[in-house]
């Protein structure tokens, strides 16, 4: 009975991880989509109304606690706290805060590349450089997307077998 319990718990566990690794790649998806939200709503504000950075960070945060709106928090805190700061120190201070984003190294890469732009340049120049990174991080999210529903069934069925070859071994 002992060991029935044990294979139970060993096959339960590795299932999980698997289904854990399952829901990184389903929270990636989501975290790109919003970025690409934010991004659209960050270009939209410098365009019209020419929001200064800090206030535009804050806009994008919300109390919801959602992994890209915390990124923005802790950009808004950050350039709040030190406003001579580069916004490129601020994105990767805020990436380090916040590790709960799930973002994709590309999609990281893109977003430093954005804070190279922002802040420096016209209007026009960072509405280029946020649109640029828009294109990308949506280039991401359709790769992503394309393999996402193969990349998540084989998670969950290498945690599920990777469980059952484990209890089959310690009997």
Known sequence: MLKILGMIFVVASSAAVGFGFAAGVRAQAVQLQQLIS?????????????????????LL????????????????????????????GVFLDAMQKTPQLALPQAARQTLLELSLSLG????????????????????????????????CRSYETIGVC??????VILL
């Open 38 to 58: 934010a991004l659209e709503y960050m270009k939209n504000e410098i365009s019209y109304r020419l929001t200064p950075l800090p206030e535009l960070f804050s």
């Open 61 to 88: 945060s919300s109390p919801e606690g959602k992994p890209v709106s915390t990124f923005f928090a802790c950009c808004a805190q950050s350039m709040q706290q030190s406003p001579a700061a580069s916004v490129q």
């Open 120 to 151: 420096k340049f016209d209007t026009a120049g960072q509405m280029s450089a946020i649109t640029l990174a828009s294109d990308r991080l949506r280039q991401q999210l359709q790769a992503l997307e394309a393999r996402r529903r193969e990349r």
């Open 162 to 167: 990777a469980g059952l070859a484990l209890a």
